[in-house]
């Protein structure tokens, strides 16, 4: 009886408190105060889970992990009591697990950052219809029909492309001086996916906008993260003639190995990718491509906080200091710097185009029409799990990558490059 008597009391006065102020438009400050404390408030209710396939100690991780981290301090959101991360996750039914964990453990909004992860945090979403899940690098959202299933990825290209043209420069000082006659380079890729396809496809691009005559071979791994492999890579290639070595692999086992056979004698500089490799590379490498994962972290997450609805899809580049390239080593050519500049520039305002179908060709013939179907395909059984539209993405004499859904679909094998053990 004590209990209803409070409760009626309770919902007496606020009935008055309503009344009261039923009459005046105006905010006071008092009012204003309490809209945003119910905002701080909203901030603070939140719980975030992320899933790495890997830990700190793979450069790709390392980039999620520190880009969740600034994205939260950013907002105000205390990473240690509102961020559970998971490590070392497979992708495979563990990525499943450890997303029915973190939703029971209370997050409302769960990342993962492998694209192989994303099959089972569809399964995750369907059953969790209340939690946002977000899939870095995935291709499933804009057409799986869940609300609360998401994808994000940066325009990986725009720093490829950027780093080919620092790989360039220093191939065309090569050339210069007569030390190198072929310019051969090389790349260690992880798998024959658009993702990376699209990434070594960009910086053979910005090496030929320096050198035109500059082709590729491409080793790949078909693994994400595995020094060994990503090393082995690197040498296979180097004794091909390759005298420069990028890369889309986690560890730093191709710059090391580069380093080591240039300490050797070797001609050969390595373009690296997620983080600064001078510490294992300190004379072979002359940069690296690199995400800033915080910028779409806290864009994802001021939209959630803000009750606002997040993308499907979202992408992003330099435009909003998404991509980047890491510091220029010392054994970088002279006016590297400012060629730098005036790519970052043109691929800002849109005068260059890293995929200007004027530059490159396929089979000899340039391509003016290229039709991607954005179904989903159970690769195993060939069967279709998610019907999509089919886009010509050729326009404005340009691939429009990251355009129709964020995640790469730029699969052309263009002439010039060779894919050695594509099988």
């Known amino acids: 009886m004590k209990k209803f008597l409070a409760l009626l009391l309770a919902l007496l006065m606020a009935l008055s408190l309503v009344a009261c102020g039923g009459g005046d438009d105006t905010a006071t400050e008092e009012e204003t105060t309490t809209?945003?404390?119910?905002?701080?408030?909203?901030?603070?209710?939140?719980?975030?889970?992320?899933?790495?396939?890997?830990?700190?100690?793979?450069?790709y991780d390392a980039a999620h992990i520190e880009g969740l981290t600034a994205a939260c301090e950013a907002m105000g959101i205390d990473v240690d009591s509102q961020v559970i991360m998971k490590y070392n996750i497979a992708e495979d039914q563990n990525c499943y697990d450890a997303a029915v964990d973190l939703a029971e453990q209370g997050c409302n909004i769960i990342f993962s950052d492998s694209y192989g992860h994303q099959t089972y945090m569809l399964q995750a979403a369907r059953e969790y219809s209340d939690i946002t899940f977000v899939s870095c690098t995935g291709d499933q959202a804009g057409v799986a029909g869940l609300d609360n299933f998401k994808n994000i990825f940066p325009y990986t290209y725009e720093s490829r492309y950027v780093s080919g043209i620092v790989a360039g420069m220093k191939l065309k000082e090569l050339m210069d001086a007569g030390i190198v006659t072929d310019p051969y380079v090389g790349y260690v890729g992880a798998f024959p996916y658009a993702e990376v396809v699209c990434g070594y496809t960009a910086f053979l691009l910005g090496i030929q906008s320096i050198v035109p005559e500059a082709h590729m071979d491409v080793q790949y791994t078909n693994s994400w993260y595995d020094p060994v492999a990503e090393g082995e890579a690197a040498n296979t290639l180097m004794a091909r003639g390759c005298v420069i070595i990028g890369q889309h692999a986690d560890s730093t086992g191709a710059p090391s190995a580069v380093q080591e056979a240039l300490d050797?004698?070797?001609?050969?500089?390595?373009?690296?990718?997620?983080?600064?490799?001078?510490?294992?590379?300190?004379?072979?490498?002359?940069?690296?491509?690199?995400?800033?994962w915080s910028v779409l972290y806290q864009a994802t997450l001021e939209k959630f906080v803000a009750g606002e609805e997040i993308p499907a899809d979202y992408a992003t580049g330099i435009a909003d200091g998404a991509v980047m390239i890491s510091a220029l080593g010392e054994s970088c050519a002279?006016?590297?710097?400012?060629?730098?500049?005036?790519?970052?520039?043109?691929?800002?305002?849109?005068?260059?185009?890293?995929?200007?179908?004027?530059?490159?060709?396929?089979?000899?013939?340039?391509?003016?029409?290229?039709?991607?179907?954005?179904?989903?395909?159970?690769?195993?059984?060939?069967?279709?799990?998610?019907?999509?539209?089919?886009?010509?993405?050729?326009?404005?004499?340009?691939?429009?990558?990251?355009?129709?859904?964020?995640?790469?679909?730029f699969d052309l094998r263009i002439d010039g490059i060779t894919e050695l053990n594509n099988n």
């Open 334 to 409: 002279e006016g590297t710097q400012e060629a730098v500049d005036a790519a970052w520039a043109g691929i800002t305002d849109g005068s260059l185009k890293v995929f200007d179908t004027s530059k490159f060709t396929v089979g000899g013939e340039t391509v003016t029409e290229y039709e991607v179907n954005f179904s989903i395909i159970d690769f195993a059984t060939g069967d279709v799990v998610f019907e999509g539209p089919t886009e010509n993405v050729i326009a404005d004499g340009a691939f429009q990558e990251s355009v129709y859904r964020s995640a790469p679909y």
């Open 35 to 59: 809209d945003d404390t119910a905002t701080e408030e909203t901030a603070v209710d939140v719980k975030i889970g992320l899933i790495c396939v890997h830990d700190i100690n793979s450069g």
């Open 264 to 292: 050797k004698g070797t001609v050969a500089y390595s373009v690296g990718y997620n983080i600064d490799m001078l510490s294992v590379a300190p004379t072979a490498a002359l940069t690296s491509a690199q995400n800033n």
